[in-house]
Protein backbone atom coordinates (compact mmCIF):
# COMPACT_ATOMS: atom_id res chain seq x y z
CA UNK A 1 0.00 0.00 0.00
CA UNK A 2 3.09 2.12 -0.02
CA UNK A 3 1.88 3.52 -3.39
CA UNK A 4 -1.27 5.08 -1.81
CA UNK A 5 0.20 8.93 -1.64
CA UNK A 6 0.98 8.87 -5.32
CA UNK A 7 -2.06 7.05 -6.50
CA UNK A 8 -3.93 9.91 -4.90
CA UNK A 9 -1.24 12.62 -6.41
CA UNK A 10 -2.13 11.24 -9.39
CA UNK A 11 -6.12 11.26 -9.04
CA UNK A 12 -6.24 14.98 -7.86
CA UNK A 13 -3.70 15.77 -11.14
CA UNK A 14 -6.32 14.16 -13.19
CA UNK A 15 -9.14 15.39 -11.49
CA UNK A 16 -8.14 18.99 -11.78
CA UNK A 17 -7.92 18.60 -15.07
CA UNK A 18 -11.15 17.32 -15.44
CA UNK A 19 -12.14 20.04 -13.43
CA UNK A 20 -10.91 22.45 -15.60
CA UNK A 21 -12.65 21.44 -18.62
CA UNK A 22 -16.00 20.83 -16.74
CA UNK A 23 -15.82 24.31 -16.09
CA UNK A 24 -17.30 24.69 -20.06
CA UNK A 25 -20.14 22.39 -19.49
CA UNK A 26 -21.35 23.60 -16.63
CA UNK A 27 -21.26 27.25 -17.67
CA UNK A 28 -22.77 26.81 -20.49
CA UNK A 29 -25.35 24.08 -19.78
CA UNK A 30 -25.97 26.59 -16.39
CA UNK A 31 -27.07 29.46 -19.00
CA UNK A 32 -28.36 27.87 -22.25
CA UNK A 33 -29.40 24.62 -20.60
CA UNK A 34 -27.14 22.95 -23.78
CA UNK A 35 -24.73 20.04 -23.43
CA UNK A 36 -21.96 21.12 -25.42
CA UNK A 37 -20.84 18.04 -26.87
CA UNK A 38 -18.22 19.70 -29.19
CA UNK A 39 -16.27 21.11 -25.56
CA UNK A 40 -14.23 18.28 -26.29
CA UNK A 41 -12.73 19.47 -29.21
CA UNK A 42 -12.71 22.96 -28.28
CA UNK A 43 -10.13 21.59 -25.42
CA UNK A 44 -8.37 19.52 -28.31
CA UNK A 45 -7.62 22.77 -30.48
CA UNK A 46 -6.40 24.80 -27.63
CA UNK A 47 -3.70 21.77 -27.25
CA UNK A 48 -2.69 22.65 -31.33
CA UNK A 49 -2.75 25.96 -30.73
CA UNK A 50 0.05 25.71 -27.87
CA UNK A 51 1.85 23.30 -30.30
CA UNK A 52 1.40 25.89 -33.18
CA UNK A 53 3.17 28.84 -31.06
CA UNK A 54 5.66 26.58 -29.84
CA UNK A 55 6.84 25.52 -33.15
CA UNK A 56 6.65 29.35 -34.46
CA UNK A 57 9.55 30.29 -31.81
CA UNK A 58 12.38 30.22 -32.87
CA UNK A 59 14.46 26.26 -31.89
CA UNK A 60 15.94 26.10 -28.44
CA UNK A 61 13.93 29.07 -26.86
CA UNK A 62 13.44 28.98 -23.16
CA UNK A 63 10.47 26.58 -21.90
CA UNK A 64 9.81 28.87 -19.82
CA UNK A 65 9.46 31.30 -21.94
CA UNK A 66 7.28 29.42 -24.27
CA UNK A 67 5.24 28.73 -21.78
CA UNK A 68 2.60 32.16 -21.86
CA UNK A 69 3.24 32.21 -25.67
CA UNK A 70 1.73 28.58 -25.74
CA UNK A 71 -0.91 29.80 -22.83
CA UNK A 72 -1.51 32.21 -25.03
CA UNK A 73 -2.66 31.09 -28.02
CA UNK A 74 -4.10 27.85 -26.96
CA UNK A 75 -6.85 30.40 -25.21
CA UNK A 76 -6.58 31.96 -28.64
CA UNK A 77 -7.75 29.38 -30.64
CA UNK A 78 -9.97 27.49 -27.69
CA UNK A 79 -12.09 30.92 -27.22
CA UNK A 80 -12.33 31.36 -31.10
CA UNK A 81 -13.55 27.67 -31.88
CA UNK A 82 -16.13 28.54 -28.89
CA UNK A 83 -17.57 31.64 -30.12
CA UNK A 84 -17.69 30.51 -34.19
CA UNK A 85 -19.68 27.84 -33.02
CA UNK A 86 -21.81 29.53 -30.76
CA UNK A 87 -22.28 32.24 -33.42
CA UNK A 88 -22.55 30.10 -36.12
CA UNK A 89 -24.21 26.85 -34.88
CA UNK A 90 -25.76 27.21 -31.81
CA UNK A 91 -27.28 31.04 -32.04
CA UNK A 92 -29.31 30.26 -34.79
CA UNK A 93 -31.07 27.00 -33.30
CA UNK A 94 -32.27 29.49 -30.09
CA UNK A 95 -35.47 29.06 -29.78
CA UNK A 96 -35.91 26.19 -31.35
CA UNK A 97 -36.48 22.26 -29.60
CA UNK A 98 -33.44 21.17 -27.43
CA UNK A 99 -32.83 18.34 -29.28
CA UNK A 100 -31.60 20.70 -32.27
CA UNK A 101 -28.79 22.01 -30.57
CA UNK A 102 -27.76 18.77 -29.21
CA UNK A 103 -27.04 17.32 -31.90
CA UNK A 104 -25.52 19.59 -33.78
CA UNK A 105 -23.32 19.82 -30.79
CA UNK A 106 -22.13 15.96 -31.32
CA UNK A 107 -22.11 16.84 -35.12
CA UNK A 108 -19.96 19.56 -34.56
CA UNK A 109 -17.39 17.87 -32.43
CA UNK A 110 -17.12 15.93 -35.06
CA UNK A 111 -16.70 17.91 -37.81
CA UNK A 112 -13.75 19.53 -35.78
CA UNK A 113 -12.03 16.43 -35.18
CA UNK A 114 -11.90 15.70 -39.20
CA UNK A 115 -11.02 19.31 -39.55
CA UNK A 116 -7.96 18.74 -37.52
CA UNK A 117 -7.13 15.39 -38.69
CA UNK A 118 -7.19 16.78 -42.38
CA UNK A 119 -5.92 19.98 -42.17
CA UNK A 120 -3.34 20.32 -39.62
CA UNK A 121 0.40 19.07 -40.76
CA UNK A 122 0.78 14.94 -40.02
CA UNK A 123 -2.05 15.02 -36.99
CA UNK A 124 -2.92 12.07 -38.49
CA UNK A 125 -0.64 10.42 -35.25
CA UNK A 126 0.04 12.07 -32.27
CA UNK A 127 1.80 14.57 -32.35
CA UNK A 128 5.06 15.16 -30.07
CA UNK A 129 4.46 18.37 -27.43
CA UNK A 130 7.19 19.62 -25.55
CA UNK A 131 8.18 19.17 -21.72
CA UNK A 132 8.50 21.43 -18.83
CA UNK A 133 12.63 21.33 -18.21
CA UNK A 134 13.13 20.45 -14.11
CA UNK A 135 12.03 17.90 -12.24
CA UNK A 136 10.70 15.42 -11.01
CA UNK A 137 10.15 16.69 -7.68
CA UNK A 138 10.24 14.49 -4.77
CA UNK A 139 7.52 15.61 -2.18
CA UNK A 140 7.55 13.05 0.73
CA UNK A 141 6.14 10.06 -0.50
CA UNK A 142 5.10 11.25 -4.01
CA UNK A 143 7.15 12.18 -7.45
CA UNK A 144 5.30 15.39 -9.44
CA UNK A 145 6.65 16.65 -12.63
CA UNK A 146 7.04 20.40 -13.83
CA UNK A 147 3.63 20.23 -15.84
CA UNK A 148 1.83 18.73 -12.62
CA UNK A 149 3.27 21.74 -10.73
CA UNK A 150 1.97 23.98 -13.63
CA UNK A 151 -1.24 22.23 -13.43
CA UNK A 152 -1.87 22.53 -10.46
CA UNK A 153 -1.25 26.41 -9.62
CA UNK A 154 -3.11 26.91 -13.32
CA UNK A 155 -5.82 25.60 -11.52
CA UNK A 156 -6.34 26.98 -8.18
CA UNK A 157 -5.69 30.56 -9.74
CA UNK A 158 -7.87 30.43 -12.47
CA UNK A 159 -10.77 28.96 -9.92
CA UNK A 160 -10.19 31.59 -7.37
CA UNK A 161 -10.42 34.45 -10.46
CA UNK A 162 -13.53 32.95 -11.82
CA UNK A 163 -15.25 32.68 -8.33
CA UNK A 164 -14.47 36.03 -7.91
CA UNK A 165 -15.58 37.33 -11.07
CA UNK A 166 -19.09 35.36 -11.37
CA UNK A 167 -19.88 36.73 -7.04
CA UNK A 168 -18.37 40.75 -7.60
CA UNK A 169 -18.53 41.67 -11.11
CA UNK A 170 -21.28 43.22 -13.46
CA UNK A 171 -20.96 40.88 -15.54
CA UNK A 172 -20.37 38.38 -13.08
CA UNK A 173 -23.89 39.21 -11.92
CA UNK A 174 -25.63 39.60 -15.11
CA UNK A 175 -24.38 36.02 -15.25
CA UNK A 176 -26.09 34.84 -12.89
CA UNK A 177 -29.03 36.98 -13.51
CA UNK A 178 -29.07 35.15 -16.84
CA UNK A 179 -28.92 31.69 -15.48
CA UNK A 180 -32.03 32.52 -13.47
CA UNK A 181 -34.33 34.17 -15.54
CA UNK A 182 -33.18 35.21 -19.24
CA UNK A 183 -35.96 37.20 -20.20
CA UNK A 184 -36.08 39.16 -16.94
CA UNK A 185 -32.24 39.72 -17.39
CA UNK A 186 -33.22 41.07 -20.34
CA UNK A 187 -35.87 43.38 -18.89
CA UNK A 188 -32.85 44.63 -16.73
CA UNK A 189 -30.97 45.78 -19.75
CA UNK A 190 -28.80 42.81 -19.90
CA UNK A 191 -27.69 41.60 -23.21
CA UNK A 192 -28.22 38.17 -22.76
CA UNK A 193 -26.62 37.21 -26.25
CA UNK A 194 -23.52 38.61 -25.00
CA UNK A 195 -23.31 37.09 -21.70
CA UNK A 196 -24.02 33.41 -23.71
CA UNK A 197 -20.90 34.26 -25.48
CA UNK A 198 -18.98 35.13 -22.92
CA UNK A 199 -19.63 31.84 -21.16
CA UNK A 200 -18.60 29.70 -23.56
CA UNK A 201 -15.50 31.92 -24.06
CA UNK A 202 -14.98 31.42 -20.21
CA UNK A 203 -15.05 28.03 -20.32
CA UNK A 204 -13.09 27.51 -23.49
CA UNK A 205 -10.38 29.46 -22.05
CA UNK A 206 -10.29 26.74 -19.16
CA UNK A 207 -10.45 23.52 -21.41
CA UNK A 208 -7.45 25.49 -23.09
CA UNK A 209 -5.64 26.00 -19.84
CA UNK A 210 -6.20 22.34 -19.42
CA UNK A 211 -5.48 21.31 -22.79
CA UNK A 212 -1.56 22.52 -22.37
CA UNK A 213 -1.36 20.96 -18.82
CA UNK A 214 -2.74 17.94 -20.97
CA UNK A 215 0.11 18.43 -23.44
CA UNK A 216 2.82 18.56 -20.75
CA UNK A 217 1.76 15.77 -18.94
CA UNK A 218 1.09 12.99 -21.58
CA UNK A 219 3.97 14.49 -24.08
CA UNK A 220 1.79 14.33 -27.03
CA UNK A 221 -1.24 16.26 -28.69
CA UNK A 222 -3.87 14.21 -30.44
CA UNK A 223 -7.18 14.74 -32.58
CA UNK A 224 -9.03 12.37 -30.31
CA UNK A 225 -8.09 13.73 -27.33
CA UNK A 226 -10.78 15.61 -27.01
CA UNK A 227 -13.75 12.74 -27.19
CA UNK A 228 -12.87 10.91 -24.23
CA UNK A 229 -11.69 13.47 -21.96
CA UNK A 230 -14.24 15.62 -23.03
CA UNK A 231 -16.43 12.87 -22.27
CA UNK A 232 -15.09 12.31 -18.33
CA UNK A 233 -15.21 16.22 -17.88
CA UNK A 234 -18.85 15.76 -18.88
CA UNK A 235 -19.37 13.54 -16.36
CA UNK A 236 -17.12 15.55 -13.74
CA UNK A 237 -20.06 18.07 -14.48
CA UNK A 238 -22.96 16.22 -13.95
CA UNK A 239 -21.16 14.42 -10.71
CA UNK A 240 -20.87 17.57 -9.26
CA UNK A 241 -24.35 19.02 -10.28
CA UNK A 242 -24.55 20.69 -13.49
CA UNK A 243 -24.74 24.08 -13.52
CA UNK A 244 -22.23 24.77 -10.09
CA UNK A 245 -18.77 25.86 -11.09
CA UNK A 246 -17.64 24.83 -7.79
CA UNK A 247 -19.47 21.41 -8.57
CA UNK A 248 -17.40 21.09 -11.81
CA UNK A 249 -14.03 21.68 -9.98
CA UNK A 250 -14.71 19.10 -7.03
CA UNK A 251 -16.96 16.72 -9.35
CA UNK A 252 -13.79 16.53 -11.35
CA UNK A 253 -11.31 16.35 -8.78
CA UNK A 254 -13.75 13.13 -7.37
CA UNK A 255 -13.92 11.29 -10.31
CA UNK A 256 -9.80 11.87 -10.94
CA UNK A 257 -9.58 10.45 -7.11
CA UNK A 258 -11.94 7.55 -8.43
CA UNK A 259 -10.27 6.92 -11.75
CA UNK A 260 -7.02 6.32 -9.87
CA UNK A 261 -8.19 4.41 -6.88
CA UNK A 262 -9.86 1.87 -9.39
CA UNK A 263 -6.83 1.49 -11.53
CA UNK A 264 -4.71 0.67 -8.97
CA UNK A 265 -6.91 -0.68 -6.31
CA UNK A 266 -9.85 -2.75 -7.28
CA UNK A 267 -7.31 -5.35 -8.51
CA UNK A 268 -6.98 -6.16 -4.86
CA UNK A 269 -10.83 -6.69 -4.64
CA UNK A 270 -12.01 -10.45 -4.36
CA UNK A 271 -13.89 -11.44 -7.58
CA UNK A 272 -12.63 -7.90 -9.54
CA UNK A 273 -8.97 -9.07 -10.22
CA UNK A 274 -10.01 -8.87 -13.51
CA UNK A 275 -11.33 -5.46 -13.70
CA UNK A 276 -8.11 -3.30 -12.40
CA UNK A 277 -5.61 -1.85 -14.33
CA UNK A 278 -5.53 0.94 -16.26
CA UNK A 279 -7.62 -0.37 -18.88
CA UNK A 280 -10.27 -0.51 -16.53
CA UNK A 281 -10.38 3.32 -15.17
CA UNK A 282 -12.52 4.67 -17.92
CA UNK A 283 -15.43 1.77 -16.81
CA UNK A 284 -15.04 2.61 -13.47
CA UNK A 285 -15.29 6.23 -13.89
CA UNK A 286 -18.50 5.79 -15.59
CA UNK A 287 -20.10 2.92 -12.99
CA UNK A 288 -19.29 6.09 -10.34
CA UNK A 289 -21.63 8.60 -12.30
CA UNK A 290 -24.14 5.77 -13.20
CA UNK A 291 -24.07 4.81 -9.40
CA UNK A 292 -24.12 8.82 -8.11
CA UNK A 293 -27.11 9.06 -10.90
CA UNK A 294 -29.06 7.13 -9.44
CA UNK A 295 -28.42 7.89 -5.42
CA UNK A 296 -28.45 11.79 -5.85
CA UNK A 297 -29.54 12.82 -9.51
CA UNK A 298 -29.25 16.55 -8.79
CA UNK A 299 -24.91 15.77 -8.05
CA UNK A 300 -22.90 15.32 -5.14
CA UNK A 301 -22.26 19.02 -4.57
CA UNK A 302 -25.54 20.24 -5.87
CA UNK A 303 -28.43 21.74 -3.86
CA UNK A 304 -31.57 20.97 -5.98
CA UNK A 305 -33.19 24.13 -6.35
CA UNK A 306 -37.17 24.42 -6.95
CA UNK A 307 -36.83 27.01 -9.20
CA UNK A 308 -34.97 25.39 -11.44
CA UNK A 309 -38.14 24.80 -13.14
CA UNK B 1 -50.46 66.32 -23.15
CA UNK B 2 -47.88 65.02 -25.36
CA UNK B 3 -48.15 60.99 -25.84
CA UNK B 4 -45.24 59.04 -24.25
CA UNK B 5 -46.61 55.75 -25.70
CA UNK B 6 -48.32 55.03 -28.80
CA UNK B 7 -49.32 52.22 -30.10
CA UNK B 8 -50.97 51.75 -33.60
CA UNK B 9 -52.99 48.79 -34.73
CA UNK B 10 -50.57 46.44 -32.86
CA UNK B 11 -50.65 42.98 -34.32
CA UNK B 12 -48.89 40.07 -32.77
CA UNK B 13 -48.73 36.33 -33.26
CA UNK B 14 -47.23 32.78 -31.86
CA UNK B 15 -46.85 31.01 -34.82
CA UNK B 16 -49.90 31.11 -36.84
CA UNK B 17 -51.93 32.07 -33.69
CA UNK B 18 -52.50 35.73 -33.35
CA UNK B 19 -53.17 36.84 -29.79
CA UNK B 20 -53.16 40.80 -30.42
CA UNK B 21 -55.32 41.64 -33.32
CA UNK B 22 -54.63 45.35 -34.09
CA UNK B 23 -55.11 47.66 -31.51
CA UNK B 24 -54.41 51.28 -31.02
CA UNK B 25 -54.12 52.99 -27.43
CA UNK B 26 -52.02 56.43 -26.24
CA UNK B 27 -50.03 56.68 -22.74
CA UNK B 28 -49.56 60.30 -22.09
CA UNK B 29 -46.96 61.82 -19.48
CA UNK B 30 -47.90 61.69 -16.28
CA UNK B 31 -51.07 59.48 -16.77
CA UNK B 32 -52.30 55.49 -15.33
CA UNK B 33 -53.40 53.69 -18.35
CA UNK B 34 -55.15 50.47 -17.50
CA UNK B 35 -55.69 47.15 -19.69
CA UNK B 36 -58.20 45.04 -18.57
CA UNK B 37 -59.83 41.89 -19.60
CA UNK B 38 -60.19 37.55 -19.15
CA UNK B 39 -57.53 35.31 -19.38
CA UNK B 40 -56.19 35.12 -22.87
CA UNK B 41 -57.35 38.66 -24.07
CA UNK B 42 -53.65 39.97 -25.15
CA UNK B 43 -52.96 42.22 -22.31
CA UNK B 44 -49.50 40.34 -21.19
CA UNK B 45 -48.90 39.53 -24.69
CA UNK B 46 -48.88 43.24 -25.60
CA UNK B 47 -46.84 44.57 -22.66
CA UNK B 48 -44.31 41.61 -23.96
CA UNK B 49 -44.26 42.95 -26.99
CA UNK B 50 -43.85 46.69 -25.74
CA UNK B 51 -41.26 45.55 -23.87
CA UNK B 52 -39.19 43.84 -26.78
CA UNK B 53 -39.52 40.30 -25.65
CA UNK B 54 -41.91 39.37 -28.30
CA UNK B 55 -41.57 40.85 -31.66
CA UNK B 56 -45.20 42.21 -33.28
CA UNK B 57 -45.76 41.07 -36.65
CA UNK B 58 -47.51 44.62 -37.68
CA UNK B 59 -48.46 48.04 -36.16
CA UNK B 60 -46.50 50.91 -34.91
CA UNK B 61 -45.24 51.26 -31.68
CA UNK B 62 -43.56 55.01 -30.73
CA UNK B 63 -41.96 55.25 -27.46
CA UNK B 64 -40.68 58.78 -26.46
CA UNK B 65 -40.50 59.49 -30.10
CA UNK B 66 -38.48 56.17 -31.09
CA UNK B 67 -40.21 53.29 -33.01
CA UNK B 68 -39.68 50.23 -31.00
CA UNK B 69 -40.83 47.55 -33.30
CA UNK B 70 -37.61 45.13 -33.68
CA UNK B 71 -35.57 47.18 -30.98
CA UNK B 72 -34.15 44.16 -28.45
CA UNK B 73 -35.46 44.30 -24.83
CA UNK B 74 -32.45 45.19 -23.27
CA UNK B 75 -31.77 48.52 -25.37
CA UNK B 76 -35.93 49.87 -25.13
CA UNK B 77 -35.13 49.64 -21.16
CA UNK B 78 -32.11 52.11 -21.76
CA UNK B 79 -35.14 54.56 -23.40
CA UNK B 80 -37.10 54.40 -20.13
CA UNK B 81 -39.45 51.73 -20.43
CA UNK B 82 -39.66 49.95 -17.44
CA UNK B 83 -41.28 46.39 -17.40
CA UNK B 84 -42.15 44.25 -14.04
CA UNK B 85 -43.19 40.89 -15.49
CA UNK B 86 -46.46 38.65 -15.00
CA UNK B 87 -45.39 36.48 -11.90
CA UNK B 88 -42.77 38.87 -10.33
CA UNK B 89 -39.88 37.06 -11.90
CA UNK B 90 -37.70 37.95 -9.18
CA UNK B 91 -33.85 36.21 -9.31
CA UNK B 92 -34.52 34.05 -6.32
CA UNK B 93 -31.17 33.36 -5.75
CA UNK B 94 -29.63 36.47 -5.42
CA UNK B 95 -30.56 38.99 -2.29
CA UNK B 96 -33.02 41.49 -2.19
CA UNK B 97 -30.32 44.33 -2.92
CA UNK B 98 -28.11 42.36 -5.50
CA UNK B 99 -32.38 41.95 -7.11
CA UNK B 100 -32.42 46.08 -7.04
CA UNK B 101 -29.13 46.70 -8.46
CA UNK B 102 -29.91 44.55 -11.31
CA UNK B 103 -32.54 46.89 -11.24
CA UNK B 104 -30.43 49.80 -12.41
CA UNK B 105 -28.19 47.82 -14.46
CA UNK B 106 -27.78 50.17 -17.08
CA UNK B 107 -27.08 52.93 -15.06
CA UNK B 108 -23.29 54.50 -13.93
CA UNK B 109 -24.13 56.88 -11.45
CA UNK B 110 -22.66 54.71 -8.28
CA UNK B 111 -24.55 57.57 -5.27
CA UNK B 112 -27.57 57.94 -7.25
CA UNK B 113 -28.17 54.12 -7.54
CA UNK B 114 -27.61 53.99 -3.48
CA UNK B 115 -30.17 56.42 -2.81
CA UNK B 116 -32.86 55.13 -5.18
CA UNK B 117 -32.34 51.48 -3.31
CA UNK B 118 -32.53 53.16 -0.21
CA UNK B 119 -36.03 54.60 -1.27
CA UNK B 120 -37.03 51.30 -2.53
CA UNK B 121 -36.61 50.31 1.51
CA UNK B 122 -38.55 53.43 2.11
CA UNK B 123 -41.56 52.74 0.05
CA UNK B 124 -41.39 48.67 1.14
CA UNK B 125 -39.52 48.75 4.52
CA UNK B 126 -39.99 44.91 4.74
CA UNK B 127 -37.18 44.87 1.46
CA UNK B 128 -34.91 46.48 3.50
CA UNK B 129 -35.38 44.62 6.93
CA UNK B 130 -34.67 41.58 4.57
CA UNK B 131 -31.91 42.98 2.22
CA UNK B 132 -29.51 40.38 2.63
CA UNK B 133 -32.14 37.54 2.06
CA UNK B 134 -32.23 35.56 -1.02
CA UNK B 135 -34.98 36.59 -2.70
CA UNK B 136 -36.72 33.62 -3.29
CA UNK B 137 -37.32 33.14 1.00
CA UNK B 138 -39.82 35.97 0.08
CA UNK B 139 -44.07 35.70 0.38
CA UNK B 140 -45.50 36.44 -2.92
CA UNK B 141 -46.63 40.04 -1.77
CA UNK B 142 -42.86 41.05 -0.88
CA UNK B 143 -41.80 38.97 -4.06
CA UNK B 144 -44.18 41.83 -5.80
CA UNK B 145 -43.26 44.78 -4.32
CA UNK B 146 -39.29 43.85 -4.65
CA UNK B 147 -40.49 43.34 -8.67
CA UNK B 148 -41.67 46.61 -8.54
CA UNK B 149 -38.45 48.09 -6.89
CA UNK B 150 -36.61 46.57 -9.19
CA UNK B 151 -38.59 48.05 -12.35
CA UNK B 152 -38.43 51.22 -10.37
CA UNK B 153 -34.33 51.80 -10.53
CA UNK B 154 -33.71 52.03 -13.88
CA UNK B 155 -35.64 55.32 -13.06
CA UNK B 156 -38.51 54.41 -15.99
CA UNK B 157 -40.23 57.00 -18.13
CA UNK B 158 -42.73 54.72 -18.58
CA UNK B 159 -43.63 51.50 -15.77
CA UNK B 160 -45.58 48.75 -17.09
CA UNK B 161 -47.12 46.59 -14.32
CA UNK B 162 -48.55 43.25 -15.26
CA UNK B 163 -50.94 42.07 -12.75
CA UNK B 164 -49.39 43.33 -10.03
CA UNK B 165 -52.24 41.74 -7.67
CA UNK B 166 -52.25 38.27 -8.93
CA UNK B 167 -52.20 35.93 -6.36
CA UNK B 168 -52.03 38.12 -3.39
CA UNK B 169 -54.15 38.17 -0.38
CA UNK B 170 -57.03 41.20 -0.13
CA UNK B 171 -54.48 42.56 2.34
CA UNK B 172 -51.67 42.48 0.14
CA UNK B 173 -53.48 43.41 -2.97
CA UNK B 174 -54.42 46.62 -1.07
CA UNK B 175 -51.16 48.04 -0.03
CA UNK B 176 -49.72 47.05 -3.54
CA UNK B 177 -52.83 48.95 -5.11
CA UNK B 178 -51.60 51.91 -2.29
CA UNK B 179 -48.12 51.87 -3.66
CA UNK B 180 -49.44 52.44 -7.25
CA UNK B 181 -51.50 55.57 -6.15
CA UNK B 182 -48.77 56.88 -4.57
CA UNK B 183 -46.59 56.59 -7.28
CA UNK B 184 -49.26 58.13 -9.29
CA UNK B 185 -49.34 60.78 -7.07
CA UNK B 186 -45.30 61.75 -7.73
CA UNK B 187 -46.05 61.86 -11.17
CA UNK B 188 -45.05 58.10 -12.90
CA UNK B 189 -46.38 57.30 -15.47
CA UNK B 190 -47.77 53.81 -15.55
CA UNK B 191 -49.11 51.07 -18.15
CA UNK B 192 -50.95 49.10 -15.57
CA UNK B 193 -52.25 45.33 -16.75
CA UNK B 194 -54.76 44.32 -13.93
CA UNK B 195 -57.23 41.36 -14.01
CA UNK B 196 -58.47 43.45 -10.78
CA UNK B 197 -61.31 45.88 -12.48
CA UNK B 198 -62.37 47.53 -10.03
CA UNK B 199 -58.78 48.20 -8.63
CA UNK B 200 -57.39 48.79 -11.61
CA UNK B 201 -60.10 51.21 -12.89
CA UNK B 202 -60.00 53.02 -9.68
CA UNK B 203 -56.96 54.35 -9.96
CA UNK B 204 -56.92 54.57 -13.66
CA UNK B 205 -57.08 57.90 -15.83
CA UNK B 206 -58.08 55.79 -19.12
CA UNK B 207 -58.78 52.41 -19.69
CA UNK B 208 -58.78 50.07 -22.27
CA UNK B 209 -61.35 46.46 -22.68
CA UNK B 210 -59.27 43.74 -24.75
CA UNK B 211 -61.21 40.42 -25.37
CA UNK B 212 -59.72 38.41 -28.01
CA UNK B 213 -56.83 40.32 -29.06
CA UNK B 214 -59.07 43.64 -29.32
CA UNK B 215 -59.54 46.43 -27.56
CA UNK B 216 -63.74 46.21 -27.69
CA UNK B 217 -64.00 49.95 -25.12
CA UNK B 218 -61.96 52.51 -24.32
CA UNK B 219 -62.98 55.49 -21.75
CA UNK B 220 -61.57 57.28 -18.70
CA UNK B 221 -61.57 55.36 -15.27
CA UNK B 222 -64.60 56.21 -13.86
CA UNK B 223 -66.65 56.00 -17.27
CA UNK B 224 -65.29 52.48 -17.41
CA UNK B 225 -66.24 51.80 -13.88
CA UNK B 226 -69.54 53.20 -14.41
CA UNK B 227 -70.34 51.07 -17.68
CA UNK B 228 -72.88 49.04 -17.81
CA UNK B 229 -71.10 45.83 -19.76
CA UNK B 230 -68.42 46.52 -17.70
CA UNK B 231 -69.65 45.94 -14.56
CA UNK B 232 -72.00 42.89 -15.69
CA UNK B 233 -68.27 41.29 -17.55
CA UNK B 234 -65.61 42.33 -15.05
CA UNK B 235 -66.81 43.71 -11.48
CA UNK B 236 -68.96 40.42 -11.04
CA UNK B 237 -72.72 42.05 -10.92
CA UNK B 238 -75.17 41.16 -12.88
Same mark, same amino acid.
Given at each position: ????????????????????????????????????????????????????????????????????????????????????????????????????????????????????????????????????????????????????????????????????????????????????????????????????????????????????????????????????????????????????????????????????????????????????????????????????????????????????? | ?????????????????????????????????????????? #???? @???? !??? $?? +????????????????????????????????????????????????????????????????????????????????????????????????????? #???? @???? !??? $?? +?????????????????????????????????????????????????????????????????????
Amino acid at each position: MHELPQTLANGLLLGSMYGLIAIGYTMVYGIVQLINFAHGEVFMTGGFGALTAFLMLPSGVSLWLALPVMLLAAVLVSTSVAVLAERLAYRPLRGSSRLAPLITAIGLSIAIQQMVWAWYPDAKQARTFPHLPGGPYELGPVTVQTGDVFLVVAAVLSMLALMWFVRSTRTGRAMQATAQDPDTSRLMGINTDRIIVTAFAIGAAFAALAAVAHGLRYGQVDFRMGFITGLKAFTAAVLGGIGSIQGAMLGGLALGLAEALAAGYVKFLPGLELFGGGAWANVWAFVLLIVVLLIRPQGLFSKLTADRA | MTALLEVEDLRVSYGKIEAVKGISFRVDEGQVVTLIGTNGAG #KTTT @LRTL !SGL $LK +PTGGRISFDGHPLAGVPAHKIVALGLAHSPEGRHIFPRLTITENLQLGAFLRNDKEGIARDIQRAYDLFPILGERRKQAAGTLSGGEQQMLAMGRALMSRP #KLLM @LDEP !SMG $LS +PIMMQKIMETIAELRSTGTTILLVEQNAQAALSLADRGHVMEIGKVVLSGTGPDLLHDESVRKAYLGED
